[in-house]
């Protein structure tokens, strides 16, 4: 029977209350990360096993109210009130009362058993903050635990509640917030019409129900208008609400919101003693120095160079022993095995598909460690502040900077960083901005073709203008979007300077362990299909009659007599040769054949065709893509000089279809990586939908402009 | 009473360093909602703080509790001025506990205030 020995607890708090915290040190590194059921709100859920009980932790999203405008509310509250944990640990940041009652208000009008835990104990001491807990427990009818998370102080009490509760030798004893007459009238009346509705199915507190209608709650509204006794509900309301209007003066959504803060100014006015005036804190002076006017957004700046150059420059050295590491693996494993198709599965498909999954994970780590340190610090929130004026030009929130940066790094942690953005109108425009910040993976692509295309004194320049191109693209399809799917649903900027903390190490390498699990459990197996897939369609179907002539080609140099360097540069050109007629009847090779008509007008011919649909494995492989059609070998690189002299001396091109190819790559739909975790991120397909056709669509167009307008010019 | 006393206005104009009175709010859905669950009631009192180097949002000092809003959602909400910030135009008596920005500035740089400024006396 252990289901009777196990106990489920939920904890609700403010964000910054030291609710994660706590919940860490509760359950320690007994925890994984989820998602909440068709929503992109992260579940934390762990267990500690205490006096012969097992208990369950689900630890809800931060929230300041519970009303039904954000997913984190409605998420925090359908949990409490549909599952029905065993108890609630309202978590109560001890030196923000005020602030963090008002969600106890709102916990207490659902009825239902919790306890407070009332964190950050050991600063409420060091403040000299004398507060009165039995009488504040007796005016809010719960128990109060003071805890410190970051002193580990208070949890053996909370454990001990918490079993003591479930073993009954204490017992809650839920306590109803006390209105206005007036309130309490239309409240009662509406709980009593509730409750005579016999076949209303709903195991919601009617009197929860009934306030939650005169604050206009949208899922409450829903709840009931389908329902007969919407009507008698309806005339009630419509019969009332004027008198009372006139009566108070407000209306009863703002009439509820101030007597639930009159109530905790009287609570906190009888049990809270604050020793005179408040001082200038740390969190002050750092203020005074990091947002000001000034030096705010150097500061800014600085920050975020910091974090770029650490994710990517810093990200660069294990990437690259992650990739020799593969490497080495690839060439010992050819060499012990023959050379055959099993072999070359395994190779150049499964171990490179496995390395291609691996090398994301420094910039992940790296670029999640700072995003913990920004948050936990209480940073973000200052960032945020300091730009949100410049990205709500384009209708974007403060915190969708991060992400977008992270973009010209790469987009696959980029797209992870928009976790940061609570708003899914902020978030899912940012998601589908990202991919126009050229990542890292296209210079190889731009360096190559500005190479054989522009004078060296030009280079500088057009790499510069390809970036603020992308950019300006970016930014224009932002206000598109937020003009046309999103209109009207941008959220209010109502954001809390929280006040500066030092994380902890065990938060911060919770952070980053639950983000490099998510990113592999999630990511890596399609991922890993898609690159053995691609590989497949490069190399496969073979053709033996190819094989076959260049075999007596072989033969016929080696019959030759030739000096021994001859012969094997002979070879080597026989089998480049090769190699491009192979990859030229590939499935690869005939869908980019296939898209010519399509290019056509963007000056492309089937080969830059053929380069840009493997491009969709990762961005650089175009370069060794075009290097293995001119028969250069699949080694080339945008350094290498012969495929830079076959692009300049091939008729077919110029700086037109140069830059035009350039614009085109910078556009068009990220690597595969990049889309499996858009996917993963956007949660739903028609988003994947629309971000596969909007980068190509606007590639298209864009590259059609350019390339005319070049032609113009030149 | 003082002429301070009549200074009404909307949030998004208070100049930094200022202390406020709540009288209500504008705003409608969301919005509202937000404000309201942040306490932006009637009768809160409030310190205008800072504004963010590039002029929006706003941070505001709600007892110790520090809030920003972007200059469209303060437009919402209506405030009466109980206070005076650190450097009145006027040279009217130095309340200041405001933090960091409104502390030892020229007045040049307090291009914010658009209060009715009636304190002549």
């Not at chain 1, 974007?396 to 942690?413: A, D, N, Q, R």
Request: hydrophobic share 45%; charged share 20%; glycine share 8%.
């Amino acid at each position: 029977m252990t289901s009777s020995k196990e106990i489920r607890v939920a904890l609700a708090g403010n964000p910054n209350s030291g609710k994660t915290s706590l919940f860490n040190v509760l359950v320690g590194s007994n925890q994984r990360v989820g998602n909440f059921t068709g929503v992109t709100v992260e579940k934390y859920e762990g267990f500690r096993k205490y006096r012969g009980y097992k208990i369950r932790f689900t630890d809800l999203p931060g929230t300041y109210s519970l009303s039904a405008y954000s997913p984190e509310e409605r998420v925090a509250r359908n949990f409490i009130l549909t599952e029905k944990p065993d108890l609630v640990i309202h978590v109560v940041d001890g030196t923000n009362l005020e602030r963090n009652l008002y969600l106890t208000t709102q916990i207490m009008d659902l009825h239902i058993p919790f306890v407070i835990a009332l964190n950050m104990y050991d600063e409420v001491k060091e403040k000299n903050i004398h507060i009165d807990l039995t009488h504040l427990e007796r005016l809010l009818g719960a128990h109060i635990v003071p805890t410190s998370a970051v002193e580990k102080t208070g949890i053996q009490d909370l454990l001990d509640h918490i079993v003591d509760t479930r073993e009954g030798t204490i017992t809650f004893r839920p306590h109803k917030l006390q209105y206005s007459q007036e309130l309490n009238k239309l409240i009662n009346d509406l709980e009593t019409i509730l409750s005579r509705a016999k076949d209303l199915n709903t195991t919601l507190p009617h009197s929860w129900l009934g306030t939650k209608l005169l604050e206009n709650d949208k899922e409450v509204y829903k709840l009931l208008r389908d329902h007969p006794i919407w009507i008698t509900l309806n005339q009630y309301l419509s019969k009332h609400l004027e008198p009372f209007k006139h009566l108070t003066g407000n209306d009863p959504e703002i009439q509820l919101t101030e007597e639930r803060y009159a109530f905790i100014r009287g609570a906190l006015a009888e049990t809270v003693q604050f020793p005179g005036k408040r001082k200038r804190d740390l969190t002050d002076i750092l203020d005074t120095i990091l947002i000001n006017r000034f030096t705010g957004l150097p500061i800014f700046a600085l920050i975020m160079y910091l974090i770029f150059t650490a994710t990517f420059r810093l990200g660069e050295y294990p990437m690259i022993w992650i990739e020799n590491f593969f490497t080495w693996i690839s060439i010992g494993l050819k060499d012990i095995l023959p050379e055959t198709l099993f072999r070359s599965i395994l190779v150049d498909g499964i171990i490179a598909g496995v390395g291609g999954v691996l090398v994301f994970l420094p910039n992940i780590l790296i670029l999640f460690l700072g995003i913990s340190l920004l948050e936990g610090t209480g940073y973000m929130a200052r960032a945020a502040f300091v730009v949100d004026k410049i990205m709500h030009r384009v209708g974007l929130h403060g915190k969708s900077f991060i992400p977008m940066l992270t973009g010209f790094g790469c987009s696959v942690p980029a797209f992870m960083a928009t976790r940061t953005l609570k708003n899914d109108a902020d978030r899912i425009t940012t998601l589908l901005i990202i991919p126009f910040m050229s990542c890292g993976a296209k210079l190889p692509v731009y360096t190559l073709l500005i190479g054989a295309f522009f004078p060296a004194h030009h280079a500088g320049k057009v790499l510069f203008g390809i970036y603020i191109f992308g950019i300006l693209v970016a930014l224009g399809s932002a206000g598109f979007f937020k003009k046309t799917l999103f209109k009207g649903e941008s959220e209010p900027f109502v954001m809390e300077l929280p006040p500066y903390r030092l994380p902890t190490m065990q938060s911060l390498l919770l952070q980053m362990w639950h983000k490099a699990r998510m990113y592999i459990r999630k990511a890596a197996t399609v991922i890993l299909a898609a690159s053995i897939l691609i590989w497949f369609a490069g190399n496969f179907p073979k053709d033996n009659s190819i094989t076959q002539n260049m075999d007596v080609l072989k033969t016929q140099i080696q019959e030759k007599n030739l000096s021994p360097l001859e012969t094997s540069q002979a070879l080597k050109k026989i089998e480049a040769k090769e190699e491009a007629l192979q990859f030229e009847q590939s499935y690869a090779a005939r869908l980019g054949k296939a898209l010519e008509p399509a290019i056509k007008p963007l000056g492309f011919d089937w080969r830059i065709g053929v380069a840009l649909v493997s491009g969709i494995a990762a961005k650089e492989v175009v370069v060794s893509t075009m290097g293995t059609i001119y028969s250069i070998g699949n080694q080339a690189t945008e350094e290498s000089v012969s495929l830079r002299e076959h692009l300049r001396n091939d008729p077919a091109y110029n700086a037109a279809v140069g830059l035009a190819l350039m614009v085109f790559v910078l556009l068009y739909v990220p690597c595969i990586a990049a889309t499996v975790i858009f996917h993963r991120e956007a949660g739903a397909f028609k988003w994947t939908f629309l971000y596969f056709f909007y980068t190509i669509g606007v590639a298209w167009i864009m590259t059609f402009l350019v390339y005319r307008l070049m032609n113009l010019i030149l | 009473m003082r002429a301070s006393e009549t200074m009404e206005g909307t949030l998004d104009l208070a100049r930094c360093g200022t202390l406020l009175e709540v009288l209500g709010i504008y705003a409608e859905g969301e919005i509202r909602r937000r404000l309201l669950d942040m306490g932006l009631v009637k009768g809160a009192r409030i310190r205008v703080i800072r504004k963010a180097p590039l002029g929006d949002p706003v941070e505001i000092d709600m007892n110790g509790f520090f809030l920003t809003l972007r200059l469209e959602e303060a437009k919402t909400v209506k405030v009466r001025l109980l206070e005076a910030g650190p450097f009145h135009r006027h040279g009217g008596p130095h309340h200041g506990r405001g933090r960091g920005m409104g502390r030892g500035r020229h007045r040049w740089f307090h291009r914010f205030i658009r209060f009715p400024e009636t304190d002549h006396s």
